[in-house]
């Protein structure tokens, strides 16, 4: 059922006051402050028409409404003004990715932090997919006599350095060589094709068979997700900030919530194509409500992965919009100047 023009000038009006003060909102404070020309009796029953049709909800008899989730959703995708960064604010995300950040968990660390730092919530990062990546180089370095340093440099950046055995009677150039051979096998395919290399690497020397199965062995590691490097999260600590979580049953969930990697994935890993996902969840007696807003990171139409915050759901959309859209075409950016 479609609204008036009207009903959603009101919602627009009650999201962005609660957003801002947290308190229920009454009929005369929407005719004070954003709908003069509309009467006291006209918005009270309006504002009984949008509760009984989902969008409000009154905490008490007497006490004004407050947004559902239907009514951030409405907001999010059709209401909410939009907000442009200021110039500090972009300098900070340009600065949190000027210095040398190449690994992947590097990346997602610093991404989380910046989004933590400028929107006052909780800031994640992760990798969707870490088999999509595509393989620019290998480099194979000796570190001691009997190991060697492995660097896979990918699409979204340097995998984890990881260390291999080694002959000591090995001699120092055919580290070079192997390096060079491994980045004509590989380069240009996907980790998951490499963990497959039948049709890859064929008529290999001998002598390097043992490193290209180390190699192998350690893309599979990073594709199983046994690495902990494809989720960040910063600023847990924010949610006690706000005032939805004063009770200490409702904070203390929302911190095991953000403790616990299995519950939270479900709800960033999201389906749908659309360039933002927002994901409300409602209260319950001993929980309190919250929202989850991510953008896509792509990289040449693919989707790699989220960045996003968790926070209440009175958050500041249009703010919270604006910062990670910016942070996306950011990191887009920066994996086409590593090249």
Do not use: W
Request: charged share 25%; net charge negative; aromatic share 6%.
């Amino acid at each position: 059922m479609s609204l008036s023009e009207r009903k959603e000038k009101i919602i627009q009006a009650i999201v962005d006051e609660y957003i801002d003060t947290c308190e229920p909102i009454s009929s005369s404070d929407i005719q004070k402050n954003y709908l003069p020309e509309l009467s006291s009796a006209t918005i009270r029953n309006e504002l009984s028409a949008l509760s009984e049709m989902g969008y409000l909800d009154q905490p008490h008899t007497s006490a004004g409404r407050v947004p559902t989730a239907q009514a951030y959703q409405l907001y999010f995708e059709k209401l909410m003004s939009k907000k442009a960064l200021s110039k500090s604010e972009e300098q900070l995300i340009r600065k949190a990715f000027e210095g040398k950040i190449n690994e992947i968990d590097e990346v997602l660390r610093s991404t989380a932090r910046v989004i933590s730092e400028i929107t006052s919530l909780t800031g994640i990062a992760y990798v969707e997919d870490i088999k999509k990546a595509k393989i620019s180089s290998i480099k194979i370095f000796r570190i001691t006599e009997d190991s060697a340093i492995v660097i896979i440099v990918t699409s979204l950046g340097v995998l984890k350095d990881s260390f291999i055995g080694i002959s000591p009677d090995v001699p120092d150039d055919y580290f070079r060589n192997a390096s060079i051979i491994a980045t004509e096998a590989f380069a240009g395919h996907t980790i998951d094709e490499a963990i497959s290399p039948e049709d890859i690497i064929k008529d290999i020397n001998m002598q390097y068979k043992a490193t290209f199965e180390a190699i192998v062995s350690l893309l599979k590691t990073y594709a199983s997700g046994s690495k902990n490097y494809e989720f960040a999260i910063e600023g847990s600590s924010k949610i006690l900030d706000q005032p939805e979580y004063e009770d200490v049953v409702k904070a203390r969930s929302m911190l095991k919530l953000l403790e616990s990697k299995e519950k939270l994935m479900p709800l960033l890993s999201s389906a749908g194509d659309s360039e933002f996902t927002l994901n409300i969840q409602n209260a319950s007696s001993d929980e309190a409500d919250y929202a989850v807003l991510t953008v896509n990171l792509e990289k040449d139409g693919v989707n790699l992965g989220k960045a996003g915050v968790i926070g209440p759901s009175r958050m500041d959309y249009s703010k919270v919009t604006a910062v990670l859209a910016y942070i996306g075409n950011m990191l887009s950016k920066l994996r086409d100047e590593d090249k």
